[in-house]
Every structure is written in C-alpha cells, then in structure tokens.
C-alpha cells in the first residue's frame, strides 16, 4: 500500500496548479459570463502536455497511467470545471481508439494530436436517448467501400470545433446493444450539420451542442473493432473515462473547500472570524471529509486501472460519490459565504453551477447507482 | 570608538536623505564620509551639522557615469589605506549593486539592507528584515575588516537632534580601474518621481484598477501629495501596470511614512512588501479584506469614489 | 556557449514564516518549496540564449540543503541539460554561497561563457551573490537587468535603477548577469519535461568539496523574530454615498493631526 505520489507527479501537479492559477482562474469567469470557447487556454494546455493524456507513448503521447491523468485532471478542474471540461471531452473521444484501434487507427487517429493542436469530440447520447444508451438510432449503412452514417446527437462537447468526432450508431436497431459500433469521422466531412450551441447553467464556455449526420460517408477501415462491438467499446472506455470525469467533481470540490476555508479566516462576525464559529466548524470538516473520501475512490479508481484489474464497481462509486460531494460542497460554500456566495464577485456560486453537470454527465448519479447494485448483487 | 565611513549619494546635487539617517545613528563613532564626485559647500556644511567629521570627494577618469566596476575599484583603493572598521552605505540601487563587490575586495562581510543598528562598543549590530519582512533577525558580521553594511532608506528616520562633526571637505584622487561594463546611455523614466523604495508617500493600486488608464486617478491623487505609485502583483501579473511599480515580496520592500493602498486585498506576500511603512491606509469595498488588519486607517468603500474625494481633500489642506 | 544559471531554493510566497525554537533560523519542517521566483527568469533567459546559440549547454546551479531538489529539478524539466547541487545548510549567507558557486563551476571542468542569477533571492533578500561571485572570479556583472540582447560575443543590456529608469550596458562575454522581473515570461515547465528531467544528470557535491568551509561565513543571522504585530486601526464605513465624503475628510485630518504624515 502507498499513498504517496511519486516525486515526478507532486511535480506535474505542481506545475498543473501553476497552469490552474495563472492561466485558468484569471479567465474562468469571464468565460463564464460570455459562454466563449477557451480556445487560448485550451492550446496553451496542449503545448504544456496537459490534454490527450490517455495517449500512449508509442504513438507520441506522455504514455502517462491512470493515476497521472486523473491526477493532471483534478488540477485543472480546480481551474475551472467548465474549461476542464473541454480538455477532458478530447480524452473522451480519444479513449475508444486508444482501447479498441488497430495499429494504424492509433497512428492516424492519436498520433496527429500529439502533434498539432487539434480538439476531438464524442458522440453517443442522442435527442431521445441519454441514459438508455443502447437505444441510440443514428444509423452506421454498409455503403460497400465505406459506411454512411445518419441520426442526430444531443449534448455533444467540443462538436463546433472538433476536428475528429467518435460517433456511436448502430448496424441494426433490431438488435439492440448488439448492434451498436463506434467509427471515427473527420472534422469537416460532408453531411455534418452542426446545431445551435446551448445556453447552459453551468460550464458555460465548454461548446455544447446538437449534431446531425446526413449521409456521412467515412471508409471502412474507420470502424473501431468490428461491427456490432460498439457496446463493449462504450464500456470499457467509461472504465477510463468515469474515474476522469470523477476527478473533475474532485478538482472542483477542492477548490470550493479551499475558498470557504480561505474566506471562514478573513470574514468576521460577532468579532471574530466566522472559522471559529462551530456551525462553519462542522461544515468545514463535512466538506474537507468528503474532498478526502472523493480522491481515495477516484485514486483507487484509476489505480486499478493502471494494474490492469477491473474498476466497474469502484469507478461508478468514484463517480457517484466525488460528483454528488462536489454539488454539496459547492452548495455549501455558496452557505458559507452568505450573500457574498451567491453574489458573481466571489467564485463559489459559479462553482455550485459547474457542479451540477457533473452529477448528469458520462452517467448520471442515478445510472452509477444502478451499476453499483448490479455489481454488487451478482456477487 | 569606531572608525566609520559612510558612502553618500548625491540626488541633483543633494546629498540623499538616508546619508543623514545613517550619520544620525552614528553618534560616537568616528564618522566619515565619502562621495564619488564633486559636492556643493552648503551640502558639505549638512553633512558636517549631521555628524561627519571628513568628507572625502573621489575623483578620478571614468567615475563621471556609474558602473558597478569602476566605483567599487575606486573605493577600494581609497579605503583600504584608511583602516576603516565600517563602510555604511544607503541600500540604493548603487549602492545594493557595488557595495557586494566591494566587500568582496577585502574578502569581507555585508549586512544588506538594515533596518536599524547600534554600536556595542566598537561592534555593529543590526537589525534587518529577511523573507520580505515576514521576519526580523539581528545581524552580526565577522571576519576580515572593514565590515560593510546597507541600510534601508526611510528606516532609521531623520535623527532628531543633530550631533555636528568637524565637516572638513577634502578631495582625493580615485582610481576606477580597468571597466568592463560600460554604460551606454540612461533611459530616463516616464515618470520623475522618487523610486517606490526612497519614497515617502505611496499609493499603490490592486486588482480593482481592472485596467492600465484607472490607474490616472491615482497619479492625480499622488501628484498631490508627492507620492509615488505603485501596484500589487495582481495588477502587474493582470497588465495594469509594469513590473517596476510592483511592491511586495517578489516586486520591491516598501517603507514609506504613508502607504495608501487602494482595491488591494493585502495577500500574504503584499504586506510583507509593505508592513513597515510607517501609516497604512487601506481603502477596500471588502469589509473582511486582509489588508484592513494592516491599516492604520481602512476605509471601507469603493476606490473610484473615495480617491477622488481623497485628492480633493489633500489639495484643500496642502493647496 | 557554456551557460551557468545559480538557482535557490527559497520558501513559497504563501509561506507563513515561523522563527526556529532557538531563533537561529526559521522552522523549515512544513515548508513548500520553489524556485526563487528572480531565478525563473534567469533559468528563461538561460533556454532563450541557448536557442540562439546553437551548440550551448545550460547548467544550473544551487546550494543549499537537499531534503527536497524542486528547484533543480524545475529547471531541468523547464529545459536545463544538467545540474550540480552542493549540499549545505538553507541558511548559508551570501559570500559562502557565492563562494559555493565558485568551486562548483571549476569542478564542472566547463569555462563559463554566461553565468545568470536572479537579482535577489526572496529568503534572505541580500543582493549580493551575483556581484561577490563575480569579483571572485573577476568576471563584469550586471544586475537587476530587465533587457538582454546578444550580438555575439558582445551583450547589451538594460539594468532598473530607482524609479524605473535604466542603465543601458555594453559588455563582453564571459560575464555574470542577474536577472529581474519583466525580462522574459518564464515558460512552464512541460508535462514532458518533468517526465525528462528525471534522466538528466544531476551531481551533488559537498562544501568541502567546493573549498567552502565554516570560516568563510561573513555574516551571521540569529534572534529571528516576527516583527512586532501593529495595533487594531480605525476602520470607516464609506460604503454609503451620504457618508462618503465626511469619512474621507476625516481620515485626512488624522494623517495630518494624529499621524502627522501629511
């Protein structure tokens, strides 16, 4: 057993938290108010190695474990969850390809990351269906030398700027999850119609909108694995991507400790700083308790990753638990810091609206409980 | 009694103040002073009121222009046939720059930028801030004689009742050596103010300038009161305002009489840069802002209303 | 070019400084630390004239103690080709370090073509290392520079003085420089470059193996104390506009009549 990370990661934190406090936190709120797409900071990121961290060292990444991307994203999701957001969704769309694809898919789907900027993007959740994602409709047409996609998807991160998508479609919706397969589609390709970006709570400078593909042609050999594989594809990338999207809620979380323990020590009532008043007492320990208890799951989460065990059960738990901590952190640092806290001078009411996305998103609080039960009762 | 000297800058002919503080503090000690250059009588008579009882005037080639080289050869060769026990000087930007190099000369000892200091006997002690003055610690030096030391401007304060020495000018020839770092040219300043580290007034400017042109309103309020502006690291590291004007722990160490700070929330490495100054006014919208546990006077209010009140004012009792 | 940069390893800003319990020093058990931030920008402006340089090694520098090599390791992972770290105590004063440095570059067996140091170390605060270490080993300096411009053997460069006029300077190579904020933007040291890093040499010496003994010591620190804690001051309510100007009068008359600094 240890704990401890390893002198190059207290490194590379380091040097993500700088990123995080020079870079991120200045602009986090103007990005916010104006919903624009962190572009700058975003290229910054890549330059520094801070994006594509699932990317292996064969085909030009950092060839960082699990504990090093989850680690890289907590840091930079302390920043700003909303921009963290962007970066991550590369990771998202790169994960099925770095799971499921051949040699030459990697070479020509991961490699050209590592060396231009380029943004990536994915595609499952569709209009009508979200959490009931073996359901999705776009349809993948065997158009002899290539495939020919049609269907629209809903919620999709990064889709105004991506230059690769990872859509999901099924062969044949008769048969259910069994016909689902993932092909790669590059930016710009005939038939991609792009809709309007939403207006959202929270995250408001990640680009999210709806996409629809109108006979989309891509080659054969873009198909990840064969067709009808895509379900297991999913799967084993959300044993990637859940512990990922859980260090964001812990990167968030940490930093709405960080500013309710910064503002306990400076804000005064009844002569003396609210810290040493005993209902902020306890609220500062609930929510130091649940940051502590966020990372140990996400940690282990990812950890398992890296020794090749599977994570299923532990990855939901990481999900569940870090993103329903984050929405109660952040909701009771907005408490703690009263009028101020709901006020936009003071961070943490934008902290409490980032939150809540990630209770939705990469599989609901719901949906992780579900997933908990189930392994925990096919024991 | 110890044997002194005391390098003096001049500022437009004028011996600059912190000479006089440090002459102040040397009362019975055998004090001396030395400039590169030529000085006014008048200027001799002050430092004699002050205490100095010679004043040496070191001429030579190549010491009409600054160089860290050339003055620090030519004090070497004036002191070292001197048996000076000390050689104090004003930590200013020459003198923190060549006094390093002059002590190593004589393979000696420097006490940088002192804020105090007495004579034990013949013995020097000091007293000088270390981590931007998050600390203070005394300060002794040993080894090889003379022992060299700076003091802070503004520290010591002008000595309150004069001790007047013999004050006898004399000229001495100075060698500069052999100068490898030649000034081309100086680069005055936009402004012509005093350096934020000499200066006795400052109002310093935070994040809540939000931009480079708000900072005109305090360059009117600081234009009349004689002050210098300066800027926290929020605003500088934000572009509001250069690097030079910052003050804190990686900008410049301030101890003005009166620090004005204006949309600064005081984090930890401001105040260090600032604690000293003598009167604190802090003028916050934040009631619970840091800064205000620093201030002699905290003024809880928007910044672009109470500064150009604070300026009307100011020119009501100095106009 | 052979290009030495002298780093330290100072507390981080944030730190709380505490004194040590017999006030020889602070207590050093819980601190973070980093860079000098003065010395980010000489270990920049290092990598900067490297790139123009083609052929150019950097070398970076650093006394003190070794309980943790942040410093080192930064530079190395911001672009240094390798290091030398002589172990001593974190509070040597500035001859003995600079002496440190001294025997450090002759035993790299390189001739420096460009020393850089950050002006001031933001521990110790002294200014001094760069021109000591210079008139040790008879070398011109500059220091407080805000402007580097190379023209082969030669260098121009631009020194702040007070108020933020400038000193423009011409000299030669070999020289010592000591760097200040506004020269460069220090870059970040890349994800990829801390993974580097770790394979880079990195030599560690003694004092006595860089000449250094305990009788170099030139000046002595002890009865660390925090500075005495200032008095609750007066605080004003101006947060109403009817009030405003009546709160504001009054503050003037008491830093003319109380404080008596106007």
């Known amino acids: 057993m240890n704990f401890e990370l390893s002198i190059e990661q207290k490194e590379m934190k380091d040097m993500a938290m700088k990123f995080s406090r020079n870079e991120l936190i200045p602009v986090a709120q103007k990005y916010d108010e104006e919903g624009t797409f962190p572009m700058e900071e975003f290229k910054k990121a890549w330059e520094l190695g801070l994006v594509n961290t699932c990317i292996p060292a064969e085909y030009g990444g950092a060839g960082f474990s699990e504990t090093d991307a989850v680690m890289i994203g907590e840091t930079l999701a302390y920043g700003c969850m909303g921009i963290n957001t962007s970066f991550m969704a590369n990771d998202l769309a790169l994960l099925p390809i770095k799971i499921a694809g051949t040699h030459e898919q990697k070479e020509k789907f991961l490699k050209p990351f590592t060396e231009e900027f380029k943004i990536a993007s994915f595609c499952l959740t569709e209009p009508g269906n979200g959490s009931d994602a073996a359901g999705i409709k776009t349809s993948i047409k065997d158009g002899g030398d290539h495939w020919i996609i049609n269907g629209e998807k809903m919620w999709i991160t990064n889709a105004g700027y991506a230059d690769q998508f990872v859509v999901y479609g099924t062969i044949d919706p008769t048969l259910k999850h069994k016909g689902i397969s993932a092909v790669v589609v590059p930016g710009g390709t005939e038939g991609i119609i792009l809709g309007k970006k939403e207006d959202k709570m929270g995250h408001r400078s990640s680009d999210t909108r709806g996409i629809r593909f109108e006979n989309v042609k891509v080659p054969k050999e873009n198909m990840l694995g064969a067709p009808g594989e895509g379900w297991l594809i999913a799967m084993k990338t959300l044993d990637y991507s859940r512990p990922l999207v859980a260090s964001a809620a812990l990167g968030g979380a940490q930093r709405a400790l960080d500013e309710s323990v910064k503002y306990a020590k400076e804000r005064k009532q009844f002569g003396v700083e609210i810290a040493k008043h005993q209902a902020i007492q306890f609220m500062i320990a609930d929510m130091s308790m649940k940051v502590e208890a966020s990372r140990l799951l996400v940690y282990k989460a990812a950890w398992l990753v890296d020794e090749g065990q599977r994570n299923t059960e532990i990855a939901s738990y990481a999900k569940a638990f870090a993103s329903d901590s984050c929405m109660q952190i952040t909701t009771d640092a907005v408490q703690l810091f009263g009028g101020y806290g709901y006020s936009k001078e003071y961070p943490v009411e934008k902290l409490m609206r980032d939150a809540k996305l990630i209770q939705i998103y990469e599989g609901t609080s719901q949906i992780q409980r579900l997933v908990i039960a189930r392994e925990v009762l096919k024991k | ?319 | 070019m052979n290009i030495f940069v002298c780093v330290k390893q100072v507390p981080d800003t944030e730190t709380k400084v505490q004194p040590n319990g017999d006030g020889t020093f602070i207590e050093t058990n819980a601190i973070k630390w980093i860079m000098n931030p003065y010395d980010e920008f000489a270990v920049e402006q290092a990598l900067l004239v490297k790139a123009a340089n083609a052929g150019s090694t950097v070398t970076v520098l650093r006394v003190g103690g070794v309980k943790d090599t942040e410093a080192l390791r930064t530079a190395m992972a911001m672009g240094a080709d390798e290091a030398i770290l002589v172990e001593a105590e974190d509070n040597l004063d500035s001859y003995s370090i600079a002496k440190a440095l001294k025997g450090a570059i002759e035993k790299s067996g390189k001739n420096p073509d460009l020393i850089l140091c950050g002006k001031q170390a933001i521990d110790d605060d002294c200014l001094q290392v760069p021109q000591v270490l210079a008139e040790m080993i008879s070398l011109p300096s500059v220091a407080v520079i805000v402007g580097f411009e190379q023209n082969g053997e030669s260098v121009t460069v631009k020194r702040e003085i007070e108020g933020g006029a400038l000193e423009v300077y011409e000299l030669n190579t070999p020289c010592i420089l000591a760097t200040n904020k506004g020269i460069n933007t220090p870059r970040y040291a890349s994800l990829p470059g801390i993974m580097k890093a770790k394979r880079k040499p990195l030599q560690q010496l003694s004092l006595a193996d860089v000449g250094v003994e305990a009788g170099d010591r030139r000046v002595v620190y002890s009865n660390f104390q925090l500075p005495p804690e200032k008095p609750a001051g007066k605080k004003f309510d101006a947060t109403d506009e009817a009030n405003e100007a009546s709160v504001v009068a009054e503050v003037v008359g008491l830093l003319r009549n109380e404080a008596k600094v106007i």
């Not at chain 2, 055998?30 to 200027?43: F, L, N, P, R, Y």
């Not at chain 2, 050339?70 to 020459?94: C, E, M, P, Q, R």
């Not at chain 2, 604690?275 to 840091?290: E, H, L």
């Open chain 2, 1 to 319: 009694m110890a044997k002194v000297l005391v390098y003096s800058e001049l500022n437009k002919g004028n011996v600059k103040p912190v000479t006089l503080e440090i002459l102040g503090k040397l009362n019975g000690q055998d004090a001396e002073v030395a400039i590169i250059g030529d000085v006014s009588d008048e200027q001799v008579k002050v430092l004699g009121e002050y205490g100095a009882n010679k004043i040496h005037k070191l001429k030579g080639d190549k010491l009409d222009k600054y160089s860290p080289e050339g003055y620090a050869n030519a004090l070497h060769n004036f002191i070292k046939d001197g048996s000076y026990d000390y050689v104090l000087a004003g930590a200013t930007s020459a003198g923190k720059d060549f006094l390093p190099r002059l002590a190593t000369k004589f393979e000696a000892g420097l006490a940088s930028d002192c804020t105090n200091f007495i004579f034990e006997g013949d013995t020097f002690h000091g007293t000088r801030p270390l981590f931007a003055g998050k600390c203070l610690a005394k300060v002794d030096l040993q080894g090889p004689k003379p022992h060299f030391a700076t003091v802070r401007p503004n520290a010591l304060g002008m000595p309150e009742t004069k001790n007047a020495g013999a004050g006898e000018a004399s000229d001495a020839s100075a060698d500069a050596g052999d100068i490898k770092a030649i000034i081309k040219e100086i680069v005055a300043s936009a402004s012509e103010k005093v350096d934020l580290t000499e200066a006795n007034i400052i109002i310093s400017g935070g994040r809540a300038m939000k931009n480079p042109e708000n900072f005109k309103i305090l360059d009117e309020c600081a234009s009349v009161i004689g002050a210098t502006v300066g800027a926290s690291r929020a605003a500088v590291d934000s572009g509001f305002a250069p690097p030079s004007m910052q003050v804190g722990q990686t900008g410049k160490t301030v101890s003005p009489s009166l620090y004005i700070a204006c949309g600064i929330s005081g984090a930890i490495q401001h105040l260090a840069g600032m604690r000293t100054s003598k009167v604190i006014v802090a003028i916050n919208t934040d009631p619970d802002a840091p800064i205000f546990t620093k201030a002699d006077y905290g003024i809880v209010g928007d910044l672009y209303k109470i500064v150009p009140i604070l300026t009307e004012e100011f020119k009501k009792i100095l106009g």
